[in-house]
């Protein structure tokens, strides 16, 4: 070959000609599940922006996509809090997981643990520091869901509620210190204002949020938030989004609740007093003051010296001992001689009656609302059957009512407050919040799997607050 041939060869390859002996470079699979990967992730960055924008579709479907994809590429980013709520009846533990969303940094509740141990912080008044035992029982547990490597970045706080509140100062301030002692030695990350007794109000505002964040609620409008009904042992908390002039006329009870995309105001009202176990130790103590040994309209006549504990004190209920109601009992076709005692729904109810509207005013909001309930509202439905326990669901306020009748004329030995406490329920909806009988309450005990507490919206105030 010429020396001109070759010059004319090279020349053909330096413009494009692939070599003779050179295989030609194919698209690799790789490469194609990368660009498709790419493409869902660009479609699902715009959709999730025009929801947020039009807000005519629920953020949390955009968000979830986002965060499914993000956690395969390892930008999940776990969030950890422990609260602690020393109830008047007994004390839990929850220890939140949370994640951070990949856009916003919102966060997105993952798991809790939550275990419960009675009676309650307030019991040990004249014991601190077996109650301060009973609060590191608890931690013990929070430690071994959390993992170690998260424990010193992962915030602590305890949270006292009625129970501490009706205490004398003195008493209530030893077992919060004896707290306080305990929270020094704890790897968890605390602080002067770890250990304190919570305001009404927060608890409410918690409640409310806790309820709103899991119903998936406070990413849009807040007339779409449902009201929040907490009833507690020693007292009962009413929030919800204050949206008309009547509402947001009360300043003293409305408040700013920190939401994921804003705050939002809300009314929220405290009843110190109106709690299930306050009032039922008002009522059985009706017209005997200072006496431990009560006798009360609103138990049945069977019952005789039942111990109730309250407040650090024991009292012995009995029912009356004389010119007590009876019932003719029937079988299914004749009314036979036997006579059964029965609790006077009339005069009980108005016991309860004249208590509740001498502490509650009614809200002139809550009727329009969808109202959530839970605490002791779902655990007395449940017991006697309105709802299912596993699963929930919705009654309405008259349920209650014939709930409490139906007790009240059953002389049940294993559930001697029933009645009483299926009334004041009634009356504390009717009398006290101004339901209608036929006003539809929402009863669960968790909701997507997890508790209806205060305790999840005050771990998020902690960490975003």
Same mark, same amino acid.
């Given at each position: 070959?010429?020396?001109?041939?070759?010059?004319?060869?090279?020349?053909?390859?330096?413009?494009?000609?692939?070599?003779?002996?050179?295989?030609?470079?194919?698209?690799?699979?790789?490469?194609?599940?990368?660009?498709?990967?790419?493409?869902?992730?660009?479609?699902?960055?715009?959709?999730?922006?025009?929801?947020?924008?039009?807000?005519?579709?629920?953020?949390?479907?955009?968000?979830?996509?986002?965060?499914?994809?993000?956690?395969?590429?390892?930008?999940?980013?776990?969030?950890?809090?422990?609260?602690?709520?020393?109830?008047?009846?007994?004390?839990?533990?929850?220890?939140?997981?949370?994640?951070?969303?990949?856009?916003?940094?919102?966060?997105?509740?993952?798991?809790?643990?939550?275990?419960?141990?009675?009676?309650?912080?307030?019991?040990?008044?004249?014991?601190?520091?077996?109650?301060?035992?009973?609060?590191?029982?608890?931690?013990?547990?929070?430690?071994?869901? &959390?993992?170690?490597?998260?424990?010193?970045?992962?915030?602590?706080? #305890?949270?006292?509620?009625?129970?501490?509140?009706?205490?004398?100062?003195?008493?209530?301030?030893?077992?919060?210190?004896?707290?306080?002692?305990?929270?020094?030695?704890?790897? @968890?990350?605390?602080?002067?204002?770890?250990?304190?007794?919570?305001?009404?109000?927060?608890?409410?505002?918690?409640?409310? @949020?806790?309820?709103?964040?899991?119903?998936?609620?406070?990413?849009?409008?807040?007339?779409?938030?449902?009201?929040?009904?907490?009833?507690?042992?020693?007292?009962?908390?009413?929030?919800?989004?204050?949206?008309?002039?009547?509402?947001?006329?009360?300043?003293?009870?409305?408040?700013?609740?920190?939401?994921?995309?804003?705050?939002?105001?809300?009314?929220?009202?405290?009843?110190?007093?109106?709690?299930?176990?306050?009032?039922?130790?008002?009522?059985?103590?009706?017209?005997?003051?200072?006496?431990?040994?009560?006798?009360?309209?609103?138990?049945?006549?069977?019952?005789?010296?039942?111990?109730?504990?309250?407040?650090? +004190?024991?009292?012995?209920?009995?029912?009356?001992?004389?010119?007590?109601?009876?019932?003719?009992?029937?079988?299914?076709?004749?009314?036979?001689?036997?006579?059964?005692?029965?609790?006077?729904?009339?005069?009980?109810?108005?016991?309860? +009656?004249?208590?509740?509207?001498?502490?509650?005013?009614?809200?002139?909001?809550?009727?329009?609302?969808?109202? @959530?309930?839970?605490?002791?509202? @779902?655990?007395?439905?449940?017991?006697?059957?309105?709802?299912?326990?596993?699963?929930?669901?919705? &009654?309405?306020?008259?349920?209650?009512?014939?709930?409490?009748?139906?007790?009240?004329?059953?002389?049940?030995?294993?559930?001697?407050?029933?009645?009483?406490?299926? +009334?004041? &329920?009634?009356?504390?909806?009717?009398?006290?919040?101004?339901?209608?009988?036929?006003?539809?309450?929402?009863?669960?005990?968790?909701?997507?799997?997890?508790? &209806?507490?205060?305790? #999840?919206?005050?771990?998020?105030?902690?960490?975003?607050?």
């Amino acid at each position: 070959m010429t020396n001109n041939e070759l010059r004319r060869r090279k020349h053909r390859d330096q413009n494009g000609r692939p070599a003779p002996n050179k295989k030609r470079k194919e698209i690799q699979p790789s490469s194609i599940h990368k660009s498709f990967f790419c493409l869902i992730i660009s479609g699902t960055i715009l959709t999730l922006f025009i929801l947020l924008y039009i807000d005519n579709i629920p953020w949390h479907l955009g968000h979830r996509a986002v965060d499914s994809i993000a956690k395969k590429l390892g930008y999940h980013k776990p969030v950890h809090a422990v609260v602690i709520d020393a109830g008047s009846t007994g004390s839990r533990v929850l220890a939140f997981t949370f994640h951070e969303s990949y856009f916003g940094g919102h966060l997105v509740l993952d798991k809790e643990l939550f275990k419960y141990t009675k009676p309650g912080l307030s019991s040990f008044a004249d014991n601190p520091k077996k109650g301060a035992q009973t609060i590191a029982n608890l931690l013990e547990e929070a430690k071994n869901e &959390i993992p170690k490597e998260y424990w010193n970045k992962t915030p602590l706080i #305890l949270k006292a509620t009625a129970g501490l509140r009706l205490l004398p100062q003195e008493k209530a301030e030893n077992l919060l210190n004896s707290v306080r002692e305990l929270f020094k030695k704890t790897p @968890f990350l605390t602080n002067d204002d770890s250990v304190e007794i919570m305001d009404g109000t927060d608890e409410g505002i918690f409640s409310w @949020f806790t309820v709103n964040f899991l119903l998936e609620r406070l990413y849009g409008n807040p007339a779409k938030t449902v009201a929040a009904l907490d009833l507690g042992g020693g007292s009962t908390q009413v929030t919800f989004s204050a949206l008309t002039p009547a509402s947001l006329s009360q300043k003293q009870y409305i408040h700013k609740a920190v939401a994921p995309r804003g705050l939002i105001p809300v009314y929220t009202h405290s009843y110190l007093g109106l709690g299930l176990m306050a009032a039922r130790k008002e009522v059985i103590t009706f017209n005997q003051p200072n006496q431990i040994n009560v006798t009360s309209d609103c138990v049945n006549h069977i019952i005789e010296a039942r111990k109730f504990h309250y407040g650090g +004190t024991d009292y012995y209920v009995s029912g009356p001992k004389v010119n007590y109601p009876v019932s003719k009992v029937k079988d299914s076709t004749y009314q036979t001689g036997q006579e059964t005692p029965v609790v006077d729904f009339a005069t009980c109810s108005q016991i309860i +009656t004249d208590y509740v509207v001498s502490k509650a005013t009614p809200p002139e909001e809550l009727p329009t609302k969808i109202i @959530f309930a839970f605490s002791y509202y @779902f655990d007395r439905a449940t017991e006697v059957g309105l709802i299912d326990e596993a699963t929930g669901g919705s &009654i309405d306020v008259e349920a209650f009512k014939n709930a409490a009748k139906k007790s009240c004329a059953d002389p049940n030995a294993d559930q001697p407050f029933m009645c009483l406490d299926l +009334t004041f &329920i009634w009356v504390l909806l009717e009398k006290g919040f101004g339901l209608q009988s036929d006003t539809k309450i929402y009863l669960f005990k968790k909701i997507d799997g997890h508790e &209806i507490s205060w305790a #999840l919206g005050a771990a998020y105030n902690l960490l975003r607050g």
